[in-house]
């Protein structure tokens, strides 16, 4: 049975989907490709450089080093003029126009700094571990639990973008490798495809939190941005 792909594969019922790994971000809007910028990306070319490199010599290090954002302005327009219409956060909760929330008060946070150097250490061993272990295995998330990469999809009339929620060690992986396309799995906690189309339905623009200009502008923001805006502004740019 066929996989369906991108648009048709949003339009359908399946659960297993084929998305182009140029099309896939993080929910700060990094991503995997040489056209673009990740954190984690970045980590596996120095190391595909310099084997030898510790994790306190990372550019993953230095990241979290640089990288601590108290609001959604720094995690998605960073060092952008201040929007004032950009809502706060509350409670240490980041919360996006339709609806979903992501924690910004966790210690040891694999989005961004400060984290501890075990927490750094781990994260780094773990990165390496499974870019060689793709390297050498190739994808093949039907043979392991919990074995695919997982997301939801925002779409843009016949565009889209797939947003994950979980993989992101593996996604920068194969982007590094080079893969085109990869069948991903859709997250069952979040909407399957999040529309422009249905934008006066999202749930924090009914409510006020967001007004439409600005719930536009978040959103297109993972259209438009592909993380080398911010890496360069962080100085952390090759």
């Known amino acids: 049975m066929s996989i369906p792909e991108g648009i048709a594969g949003i339009n359908s019922d399946s659960t297993i989907v084929s998305v182009e790994v140029s099309k896939c971000r993080d929910w700060q809007g990094y991503s995997y490709t040489e056209k673009g910028w990740h954190y984690l990306s970045a980590t596996i070319k120095e190391y595909i450089k310099n084997p030898t490199i510790t994790p306190n010599e990372s550019i993953l290090n230095k990241y979290y080093k640089i990288y601590q954002p108290t609001s959604i302005q720094d995690c998605l327009f960073y060092h952008e003029k201040k929007d004032d219409r950009l809502p706060p956060i509350t409670n240490n909760i980041l919360q996006l126009?339709?609806?979903?929330a992501f924690d910004m008060g966790r210690k040891n946070n694999q989005h961004f700094g400060p984290n501890s150097t075990s927490f750094i250490k781990k994260e780094f061993t773990d990165l390496i571990h499974i870019y060689n272990k793709l390297a050498k295995e190739g994808y093949q998330p039907d043979k392991h639990p919990d074995g695919y990469i997982k997301g939801h999809f925002l779409k843009k009339y016949n565009d889209y973008r797939f947003i994950l929620s979980g993989g992101q060690h593996r996604m920068a992986a194969l982007g590094v490798l080079g893969n085109k396309k990869i069948p991903v799995k859709l997250y069952h906690k979040w909407q399957r495809v999040i529309d422009i189309e249905n934008i006066n339905a999202w749930p924090h623009?009914?409510?006020?939190?967001?007004?439409?200009?600005?719930?536009?502008?978040?959103?297109?923001?993972y259209f438009t941005n592909t993380g080398r805006e911010k890496a360069k502004k962080l100085n952390l740019l090759a």
């Open 97 to 100: 126009p339709w609806g979903f």
């Open 205 to 221: 623009v009914q409510n006020g939190k967001y007004d439409l200009e600005t719930s536009i502008k978040v959103f297109n923001s």
